[in-house]
């Protein structure tokens, strides 16, 4: 058993942080923030998408995607349309503003930057790593 404080969830959490202040800060300039970056690069995805299948392919509750989708659709990023399968259903979809080569190239140029010097067999261990942990953080429901 792990002790107390890992150093390993230690540095989880910092990286954690300091990825959204950073990322946060960086991306100012054109309205993202880190959970809203992350709806639209899942949406590149799945698109077009029901808000129930994007908040499963982020891994949020849909009323916490609600008002990011919200936020993205006042901002000009994300439209709402009939679904193509369903016209009962509402579809989300990606705006021009948001297929410009300035936000994709933000998003593309900073995973690059953060991976700098990682390689793809590190990348690999690191997330089997994560996976696990993220299987144990399920367990804890549990208790």
């Not at 193509?84 to 021009?96: E, F, N, S, W």
């Not at 994709?104 to 900073?110: A, G, K, M, N, P």
């Amino acid at each position: 058993m792990a002790s107390e404080t890992s150093p390993l969830l230690e540095a989880l959490f910092n990286v954690v942080r300091d990825l959204r202040a950073q990322y946060d800060e960086n991306a100012r300039e054109i309205g993202l923030t880190l959970s809203r970056a992350r709806v639209l690069t899942a949406l590149l995805r799945v698109e077009p998408a029901t808000q129930a299948q994007l908040a499963t392919a982020i891994g949020i509750e849909p009323p916490t995607l609600k008002r990011h989708i919200d936020a993205l659709e006042a901002e000009g990023y994300l439209e709402r349309r009939a679904h193509p399968g369903d016209v009962r259903k509402r579809a989300i979809y990606l705006t021009d503003r948001a297929r410009n080569a300035k936000t994709i190239l933000f998003v593309q140029r900073l995973r690059s930057d953060l991976l700098d010097g990682i390689s793809e067999e590190e990348q690999r261990i690191v997330c089997d790593i994560l996976d696990r942990i993220s299987q144990n953080a399920e367990k804890l429901k549990k208790l």
